[in-house]
């Protein structure tokens, strides 16, 4: 009973925050949206018939690489509201156990962010199949489908574990985007192959998004798991 009435508490806190609607919309006309822009690019001179499946449905879920910083964004939010605002501490005194609080908090927004990843997910891939020229194959987009809707839970859990690390919404955030875009992006422009190799193979990110990602897609749990476990030891040490 402790445990549904932690879940509930959580649910009630983030479905009257107004910030957590919008951004899950956004979650998923963004991704549709730009998703279609994307498969709209490609003509038959560019992918004749027929075209190599893996590339369109990467195309086709283009978008999950912004959405997935609308999730950090959803995941900061979630506990770095409570700090801003003090209100960490009523939700404490009523439910003195920490951990179940915080994986309260994890399992309510993996819900919300597994559903709105779907439905941005299934809107990117049915627009593709009517706009590009040869339609995605669909074993590659069962598989992508998949794995992208991963990435933006565990990307929601990483925003989670560094703002109850830092207590800090904004330094959350920063820190969040500087992990999923800086650091993708310095592997690249580094000259020396074995740190290139190390960077995009143990980095935080997946460097194959979004249908060649399973192996990355571990070490990206990896991440968000072992921070929320340390984030998670930090709130019940700490004071509020």
């Given at each position: ?226 921070l929320l476990a340390v984030g998670g030891a930090a709130f019940r040490l700490r004071d509020a």
């Open positions: 009973m402790r445990w549904l009435g932690s879940l509930h508490a959580e649910w009630t806190k983030l479905r009257t925050l107004p910030s957590t609607w919008w951004l899950l919309a956004a979650t998923v006309v963004l991704t549709a949206a730009i998703g279609a822009a994307a498969a709209s690019s490609v003509t038959t001179r560019i992918c004749p018939a027929p075209c190599h499946a893996p590339n369109t449905v990467k195309l086709s879920l283009t978008g999950i690489q912004l959405s997935q910083a609308i999730c950090l964004v959803l995941g900061t939010l979630s506990i770095g509201a409570e700090y801003a605002t003090g209100t960490i501490r009523t939700t404490l005194t009523a439910m003195p156990g920490r951990w179940r609080v915080l994986a309260s908090k994890a399992a309510t927004l993996s819900a919300l962010t597994a559903a709105a990843g779907a439905l941005a997910v299934l809107a990117s891939l049915g627009l593709a199949r009517l706009i590009l020229p040869t339609p995605p194959d669909g074993d590659a987009s069962l598989r992508a489908a998949g794995g992208s809707i991963l990435v933006l839970v565990l990307v929601t859990l990483l925003g989670l574990s560094l703002a109850t690390l830092l207590r800090d919404t904004a330094g959350a955030i920063t820190l969040g985007l500087g992990v999923l875009y800086v650091v993708p992006l310095l592997s690249q422009l580094l000259n020396s192959p074995t740190w290139r190799h190390r960077l995009q193979h143990w980095g935080p990110m997946p460097t194959g998004l979004p249908t060649d990602l399973w192996p990355g897609l571990g070490v990206l749990a990896a991440y968000a798991v072992g």
